[in-house]
């Protein structure tokens, strides 16, 4: 197969494959690769070369088609006998060839500035319902029909309109942010709520964890608001108590300390008072005030994911929509066939070359239908991959914001120890003047009646 050349038949825009190959209607395209899976490799005429769907070429010199692989051999001569084409699913994944060369393997994806080294976007999308068309050697009426082709084994399975590989032979994907946990590579499937009853989507979960944290945030705002009435109540009766007149009239060095100490109390009420104002600017407001659009934001981002998810719902319906209709176009053809068989006229073979010709249009349909499923997808994941990233980059944000405005209550704290430290450091050294005997002369000065003792009365 490889040298052949092929006809393609519809344009390709090359993005369902990382290195797909763009082409129009019409092209000429030398086949290079011709790997399981319904993916070949091939070169224009300009030199250009990629990967792209066997379906949409034909093959231009009618051969056998290569062992397991898609085959599109849609030009090939079809007598009245048996059906002319037939649909199989592929066997790997869409979007990746099931024998990727290594410099595909090691291609960097690049989402919203991370580069992340590791599977491909589409090669996480495993095997979509992509398919391929093959086509029978003509059989001339009365001639023993021909065996049917065996199905491919399942290698997917649709679960809420999201294509999943199938676990039995699921192939081995690489984490996107290996050995980081990231947001972007553990929320892809839709997990029941605590009750059991509904389904919360991965995107969900992260939201919510996004608006506890929220949560939590203004939690811990009000928490430090109770710490700053504790703080103004506290400088409040300190100030007060400060006012008091007891033991006003001590006197000499201990009055001096005593004086000293309820001065103090007012100087550690203007401490707290400075400190509670500092945990009102430094604290609580940044914790209040950071991201206050952020409900918002996340509603936005809610819509965002939620629409493309209805989008890829619609898109999947479509699919089985157009699955049923080619179905039925397949066994009205059988039918026209089995008459055929049995009575050999011009009018039958008219009705099955008319039926033909709607088995195929069906097909056609279902592959438009399966190809827009893709893209769906496709957007879908790659919008889940940025959108997660950046939920996980705002909580690294939001962690990391809270500590450093913690720390700075910490700071503010030992400050504050500091100072009031500072306010009874005078006192300190005032108390451990305190002299009795000093406090003695002086007051003895100061209140003394006369140092003349009294004497014997003489007769």
Same mark, same amino acid.
Not at 270 to 299: A, C, G, I, T
Not at 421 to 448: F, I
């Given at each position: 197969?490889?040298?052949?050349?092929?006809?393609?038949?519809?344009?390709?825009?090359?993005?369902?494959?990382?290195?797909?190959?763009?082409?129009?209607?019409?092209?000429?395209?030398?086949?290079?690769?011709?790997?399981?899976?319904?993916?070949?490799?091939?070169?224009?005429?300009?030199?250009?070369?990629?990967?792209?769907?066997?379906?949409?070429?034909?093959?231009?010199?009618?051969?056998?088609?290569?062992?397991?692989?898609?085959?599109?051999?849609?030009?090939?001569?079809?007598?009245?006998?048996?059906?002319?084409?037939?649909?199989?699913?592929?066997?790997?994944?869409?979007?990746?060839?099931?024998?990727?060369?290594?410099?595909?393997?090691?291609?960097?994806?690049?989402?919203?500035?991370?580069?992340?080294?590791?599977?491909?976007?589409?090669?996480?999308?495993?095997?979509?319902?992509?398919?391929?068309?093959?086509?029978?050697?003509?059989?001339?009426?009365?001639?023993?029909?021909?065996?049917?082709?065996?199905?491919?084994?399942?290698?997917?399975?649709?679960?809420?309109?999201?294509?999943?590989?199938?676990?039995?032979?699921?192939?081995?994907?690489?984490?996107?942010?290996?050995?980081?946990?990231?947001?972007?590579?553990?929320?892809?499937?839709?997990?029941?709520?605590?009750?059991?009853?509904?389904?919360?989507?991965?995107?969900?979960?992260?939201? $919510? &964890?996004? @608006?506890?944290? +929220?949560?939590? =945030?203004? #939690?811990?705002?009000?928490?430090?608001?109770?710490?700053?009435? /504790?703080?103004?109540?506290?400088?409040?009766?300190?100030?007060?108590?400060?006012?008091?007149?007891?033991?006003?009239?001590?006197?000499?060095?201990?009055?001096?300390?005593?004086?000293?100490?309820?001065?103090?109390?007012?100087?550690?009420?203007?401490?707290?008072?400075?400190?509670?104002?500092?945990?009102?600017?430094?604290?609580?407001?940044?914790?209040?005030?950071?991201?206050?659009?952020?409900?918002?934001?996340?509603?936005?981002?809610?819509?965002?994911?939620?629409?493309?998810?209805?989008?890829?719902?619609?898109?999947?319906?479509?699919?089985?929509?157009?699955?049923?209709?080619?179905?039925?176009? $397949? &066994?009205? @053809?059988?039918? +026209?066939?089995? =008459?055929? #068989?049995?009575?050999?006229?011009?009018?039958?073979?008219?009705? /099955?070359?008319?039926?033909?010709?709607?088995?195929?249009?069906?097909?056609?349909?279902?592959?438009?239908?399966?190809?827009?499923?893709?893209?769906?997808?496709?957007?879908?994941?790659?919008?889940?991959?940025?959108?997660?990233?950046?939920?996980?980059?705002?909580?690294?944000?939001?962690?990391?914001?809270?500590?450093?405005?913690?720390?700075?209550?910490?700071?503010?704290?030992?400050?504050?120890?500091?100072?009031?430290?500072?306010?009874?450091?005078?006192?300190?050294?005032?108390?451990?003047?305190?002299?009795?005997?000093?406090?003695?002369?002086?007051?003895?000065?100061?209140?003394?009646?006369?140092?003349?003792?009294?004497?014997?009365?003489?007769?």
């Amino acid at each position: 197969m490889s040298g052949s050349r092929c006809q393609t038949l519809y344009p390709f825009s090359g993005e369902r494959h990382r290195q797909g190959l763009r082409f129009a209607a019409g092209e000429l395209i030398t086949v290079l690769q011709v790997p399981d899976g319904g993916w070949w490799e091939g070169q224009k005429e300009d030199g250009l070369r990629g990967w792209f769907p066997a379906s949409y070429v034909q093959l231009l010199e009618v051969g056998a088609g290569p062992s397991g692989g898609g085959t599109a051999r849609v030009g090939a001569a079809v007598g009245p006998g048996r059906a002319g084409t037939t649909w199989e699913r592929p066997s790997s994944v869409p979007g990746t060839p099931k024998s990727p060369p290594a410099h595909f393997l090691q291609h960097v994806l690049t989402v919203n500035g991370y580069h992340i080294s590791g599977t491909p976007v589409h090669q996480l999308d495993s095997a979509h319902m992509n398919l391929r068309k093959t086509n029978g050697d003509p059989q001339t009426p009365g001639s023993p029909a021909a065996p049917p082709r065996r199905q491919s084994k399942e290698s997917s399975l649709t679960i809420n309109s999201v294509t999943f590989p199938h676990p039995d032979i699921m192939p081995e994907q690489q984490l996107l942010k290996p050995s980081e946990w990231s947001y972007c590579d553990y929320f892809w499937a839709d997990k029941k709520d605590s009750q059991g009853n509904n389904t919360v989507s991965g995107f969900e979960i992260l939201l $919510q &964890k996004q @608006l506890k944290g +929220k949560q939590m =945030q203004k #939690e811990m705002a009000e928490f430090v608001r109770e710490r700053i009435k /504790i703080e103004e109540e506290y400088a409040k009766n300190l100030s007060k108590l400060s006012q008091n007149s007891l033991a006003a009239q001590e006197e000499g060095t201990l009055g001096e300390a005593w004086a000293q100490l309820k001065k103090s109390l007012a100087d550690e009420a203007e401490v707290h008072l400075k400190f509670s104002s500092k945990l009102q600017s430094e604290v609580e407001k940044p914790l209040l005030n950071f991201r206050e659009n952020f409900k918002k934001d996340m509603k936005k981002c809610d819509h965002h994911i939620a629409d493309l998810r209805k989008q890829l719902a619609s898109r999947y319906a479509a699919v089985e929509k157009a699955r049923k209709a080619l179905t039925e176009r $397949q &066994k009205d @053809l059988e039918m +026209k066939t089995q =008459q055929l #068989e049995v009575k050999l006229s011009n009018k039958t073979e008219e009705e /099955i070359k008319k039926a033909r010709r709607k088995s195929t249009q069906a097909g056609d349909d279902l592959m438009r239908c399966v190809d827009l499923y893709n893209q769906a997808q496709s957007k879908w994941f790659e919008e889940m991959v940025t959108t997660t990233l950046e939920l996980e980059k705002l909580e690294v944000e939001r962690v990391e914001m809270i500590r450093q405005h913690l720390c700075q209550y910490t700071q503010l704290r030992h400050e504050t120890d500091m100072f009031n430290q500072s306010t009874v450091e005078l006192v300190d050294q005032l108390l451990r003047k305190v002299d009795p005997a000093k406090d003695r002369e002086l007051w003895v000065k100061e209140h003394k009646t006369g140092d003349i003792r009294p004497v014997d009365m003489e007769i």
